[in-house]
Nanobody
């Protein structure tokens, strides 16, 4: 069973930056052009929420409002990887961040459309 593998989480002070990366666990996994790669997060006691996603076909990107201007999602088709650059981090950004692969190519914000997930990486923003 192919999974996604996240890395790059950690502890950072408010205002700091982190970059998360995500790659498939198997190098033979193909991210087809109609797929969408996204990041979700789940804070303690809260439901998993959409953060950002990118279309593998045309590099279209979408973000949740609270991270616009601070987070940037990147795709790397050569290395089959997707990254999330996070700047000006706030305490409210503290969560486990999950990488997901949407094989339907639609419903960007709906976690149910993401058939592949990683185990998550912890991001903690605290002074």
């Amino acid at each position: 069973q192919v999974q996604l593998v996240e890395s790059g989480g950690g502890l950072v002070e408010p205002g700091g930056s982190l970059t998360l990366s995500c790659v498939p666990s198997e190098r033979t996994f193909v991210i087809y052009s109609n797929y969408i790669m996204g990041w979700f997060r789940q804070a303690p006691g809260k439901e998993r929420e959409f953060v950002a996603a990118v279309s593998w076909r045309n590099n279209k990107k979408v973000y949740r409002d609270s991270v616009k201007g601070r987070f940037t999602i990147f795709r790397d088709a050569h290395w089959n990887a997707v990254s999330l650059q996070m700047n000006d981090l706030k305490a409210d950004d503290t969560a486990i961040y999950y990488c997901g692969c949407n094989t339907y190519g639609e419903s960007w914000y709906d976690g149910a459309k993401y058939g592949y997930w990683g185990q998550g990486t912890q991001v903690t923003v605290a002074s």
